[in-house]
């Protein structure tokens, strides 16, 4: 499948097709999935805290498979435990059925059901994407209601993250290390709808005036676009700001040398107990005048040098 999503981007793209394309040009019965498939291991290691609604640990690593969470629930404080949550960057995945940690000393390594290719047209030069559920702070005295995202703004830079050592393979044998990061559960949160005041989701129930279909998980947060140039702004206008994506951490596998991976390992590296959401492939993009037949285009930012 390929993203289909509405993006207020001026410049439109078309989402490239070689992956899910042969070279008869007919559709593949089996594309590959966008998103880790398979556990290889995971070690929990130690400081694993448990869902405080449901009291279960945060030790399941089929979590970090499949795209990440878009609606998470309540928290049964400022907003009913029955209530779907659009995940915003205020209020990240937090459950045990959505999210996995990597304990001190721990270690979570995924794969990919085809190589993650290092592609030029891949948006922004990244090529995989990592989803934790690192989060801002709203505004003094605010909070999340899950209501108006015009009424409720980014009161700081300060980002709460824990960050994951990242490690790539194409065998999983033989490891690369972003050494330097980018690093897992780290900026920017995931944001998991459109902000569209004009098409709201009705599924989500009448209190719903804001927020639209998903966001597009492979689709990078263009990296000009930084904590602090959040601060101060609402909710809403940083869901603008987002342009499409669904956020989370980009890395670039070129950087390490290589032209593909499948492996994904994410280590802990003392600093805290980083949690795992999904990854994702990045999707290529590239300028066309129609998309394939039976496909729909997709509005995204414009790729930049």
């Known amino acids: 499948m390929l993203r289909t999503n509405r993006t207020t981007a001026t410049t439109l793209l078309i989402a490239c097709v070689t992956i899910a394309i042969g070279t008869t040009g007919s559709l593949r019965a089996d594309p590959p999935s966008f998103f880790a498939t398979q556990v290889v291991e995971y070690v929990p290691g130690t400081g694993i805290g448990n869902d405080w609604i449901s009291g279960d640990p945060y030790d399941d690593p089929n979590t970090a498979l499949g795209r990440p969470t878009v609606d998470t629930t309540g928290d049964d404080w400022f907003i009913p435990l029955d209530e779907p949550v659009p995940v915003v960057p205020v209020y990240p995945a937090f459950r045990a059925f959505e999210i996995v940690t990597v304990g001190y000393d721990g270690y979570l390594t995924l794969k990919f059901d085809h190589p993650v290719e290092n592609d030029p047209q891949n948006p922004y030069g990244l090529d995989f994407i990592i989803f934790g559920n690192a989060s ?35 065998d999983g044998v033989e490891w690369y290390t972003y050494a330097d ?31 639209s279909t998903p966001t597009d998980p492979t689709l990078p947060l263009d990296p000009a676009l930084t904590a602090e140039t959040f601060v101060g702004k609402t909710i809403a206008e940083v869901a603008v700001l987002y342009n499409g994506s669904a956020g989370g951490t980009g890395f670039d596998i070129g950087v390490l040398g290589l032209e593909w991976i499948q492996y994904v390992r994410i280590d802990n590296t003392g600093d805290g107990t980083p949690e795992i959401d999904a990854v994702a492939d990045v999707s290529p993009v590239c300028l066309s005048s129609a998309p394939p037949e039976g496909l729909e285009p997709v509005a995204v930012a414009p790729i930049v040098p």
Do not use: C
């Not at 709203?138 to 709460?160: H, L």
């Not at 709808?193 to 927020?211: A, F, H, I, K, M």
């Open 136 to 170: 801002m702070s709203p505004g003094e005295g605010q909070f999340w209601t899950n209501r108006n995202p015009n009424d409720v703004t980014i009161g700081s830079a300060d980002v709460a993250r824990e960050p994951g050592l990242v490690s790539v393979s194409q």
């Open 181 to 211: 990061g980018p690093y897992a559960d780290d900026f920017a949160p995931t944001l998991g709808r459109l902000y569209d005041p004009e098409n709201p989701d009705e599924s989500l129930g009448e209190w719903n005036e804001w927020w």
